[in-house]
């Protein structure tokens, strides 16, 4: 586990002030897509080795949900940006 | 049925029985006020903008566009009309003078007594003067501020001061430290 993680917000912080909520790729189907798709989507998880990104909450800090950019075999984090940059940054 | 209700500080008779200051202090604000100031959708650049204007305030940041924010000017029963007039539709204000807890830890181990029970950096250049974060103090989140070279503000729910003095006291077992109210 990635020990440390530098929250764009508040700085480095020790990963238990995170919680974390799991991989950030799925893309939540259209709410009329076929069901195989929200199956897919609700209960079908790769479990890859290496670079992987990850919802994480600040919880004890600003309480950002952030993307964390990690290998969960080295533990090195490559990124960590908050969640709504993915959609431009809008809050 | 009316009630008489009196206004308890949360650390009412827990602290001050000794009267002797050492090097470190702890002082807990008596009455404090405090809002929270969360800026309206895409206006935080304004809100921070008339937060930092007016010399009135003291804010300090708790995540993007949110403040806690204090005041020496204003009295906790004013403090939240205050802010909301001067920010209008571009913040939301929530008094918190009587649901916070703030406290002052000063002295030349200020910065050692915090690293006991914080994980984040507070050396100068890493926390300098007027930084604020919210942080993970042993197992409660807290609001740090620098106030000062070896100076902190701090700020926590009410229900939780009394375990946090505990817990102050423990991280400065190895050090001097006093604590007691800022006005008996
Ligand atoms: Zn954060």
């Known amino acids: 586990m990635a020990s440390l993680i530098t929250c764009p917000h508040c700085g480095t912080r020790p990963k238990e002030e995170f919680s974390i909520r799991g991989d950030a790729t799925p893309v939540r189907p259209a709410p009329m897509a076929p069901d195989e798709a929200w199956n897919d989507y609700a209960h079908v998880r790769a479990n890859p080795r290496g670079r992987i990104r990850e919802h994480w909450q600040h919880v004890s800090g ?3 949900w952030l ?3 990690r290998d969960n075999f080295t533990h090195e984090v490559f990124a960590v940006t908050d969640a709504t940059e993915s959609r431009g940054g809008a809050r | 049925m009316a009630y008489d ?7 009412e008779g827990t602290i001050g029985a000794v009267s002797e200051r050492r090097a470190n202090h702890l002082s807990v604000h008596r009455a404090s006020a405090i809002a929270s ?3 309206a959708p895409g206006r935080a650049a304004e809100a921070a903008g008339i937060l930092v204007a007016s010399g009135e305030f003291e804010a300090r940041f708790v995540a993007p566009g949110e403040w806690l924010v204090l005041s020496d000017v204003h009295a906790p029963e004013t403090l939240g009309a205050e802010l909301s007039v001067r920010l209008g539709d571009f913040a939301f204000v929530v008094d918190q003078s009587h649901g916070r807890v703030a406290l002052t830890l000063a ?3 200020a910065a050692r007594i915090l690293a006991n029970g ?3 950096d507070l050396h100068i250049d890493a926390f300098p003067v007027g ?3 919210n942080v993970l103090c042993n197992h409660l989140s807290v609001n740090l501020a620098r106030t000062g070279g070896d100076r902190f503000g701090i700020v926590v729910t009410r229900s939780f001061a009394g375990a946090l003095v505990d ?4 991280m400065a077992r190895s050090h001097e430290l006093s604590v007691d109210f800022d006005t008996r």
């Not at chain 2, 209700?5 to 650390?11: D, G, K, M």
């Not at chain 2, 817990?167 to 423990?170: A, G, H, M, P």
Request: net charge positive; glycine share 6%.
């Open chain 2, 37 to 39: 100031v969360l800026a």
């Open chain 2, 131 to 133: 930084r604020a974060a």
């Open chain 2, 5 to 11: 209700y009196q206004t308890v500080h949360a650390l």
């Open chain 2, 118 to 120: 914080i994980g984040a």
């Open chain 1, 67 to 69: 993307v964390v950019e």
């Open chain 2, 167 to 170: 817990d102050l006291k423990v």
């Open chain 1, 62 to 64: 600003c309480r950002r």
């Open chain 2, 107 to 109: 002295g030349p181990d």
